[in-house]
């Protein structure tokens, strides 16, 4: 089995725009608990663990987020004026969307459980289609982020393996990028009563996100096998 080439981290301590930046993630993670106190009665208590499971869903969906965010100055230690821009947008986005994303997720799970409190059929598309700018937003400033770093492969000196993951990351966030914009569509397009389905569209994101690793990491393999030719010879 042959020895995996590992992305090279140009990046060797936390500089003061991640640091900024891991505050503004925590304190929207911190937004979305559901009580700052501690429940007084029992009714209180099962309200709090009534919203487990859509914090739960808020929160794994930020530390996505993050993790990528993350990988990206890890990876690039790029911070020029454009990575600025860029984060800082990041950051207004993840920090505006911490509602409306707790809103779509606890409302999912009322409506699991046979609660429809407040939300009626004509509300879904204006939901659905504040939901799809969000997910758009993000995932596209992530997309062009890592496209940056692309345009800076020769500077930064990636070797076949990291350009192929670095493609593999702009590939990754645009098609999540992508779903946003179909979900908005569906939520213009569809009747009120059927606009459900521009939310169900997001079950299919397990399609790129299968199939986008499965090709990229068959030319990673090759790519390695180029380079561990090279180094052997």
């Known amino acids: 089995m042959g020895k995996s080439v590992q992305f090279r981290h140009r990046a060797h301590e936390v500089s003061r725009l991640e640091a900024f930046s891991d505050v503004v993630f925590g304190f ?5 608990v559901v009580s700052l106190e501690a429940p007084k009665s029992f ?11 859509p914090f739960a869903i808020c929160f794994f969906i930020f530390v996505d987020i993050w993790f990528e965010h993350h990988d990206f100055f890890r990876r690039y230690a790029l911070q020029d004026g454009r990575v600025i821009f860029l984060n800082t947008m990041l950051l207004f986005v ?7 994303l707790k809103y779509v997720f606890v409302s999912f799970v009322n409506s699991l459980r046979g609660i429809h409190v407040g939300l009626k059929a ?3 598309p204006p939901l659905f289609t504040i939901y799809g700018i969000g997910v758009f937003a ?19 000196e990636l070797n076949e393996v990291e350009r192929i993951d670095t493609l593999a990351s702009i590939w990754d966030n645009a098609s999540m990028a992508a779903f946003g914009v179909i979900s908005i569509v569906l939520a213009q397009t569809l009747p009120p009563r059927a606009a459900m389905f521009a939310g ?20 990673r393999r090759e790519a390695e096998s180029r380079m561990l030719a090279v180094a052997i010879s």
């Open 28 to 32: 929207a993670i911190s937004l979305l």
């Open 43 to 53: 009714h209180e208590l099962q309200e709090m663990m009534a919203g487990f499971l």
């Open 94 to 100: 993840v920090l505006f969307y911490v509602y409306p």
């Open 122 to 124: 004509d509300d879904l």
């Open 138 to 156: 993000v995932f596209t400033l992530l997309a062009l982020m890592y496209a940056h770093a692309w345009t800076k492969r020769d500077e930064l």
């Open 200 to 219: 169900f569209v997001y079950s299919f994101i397990f399609i790129p996100k299968s199939l986008i690793p499965t090709v990229m990491r068959r030319k």
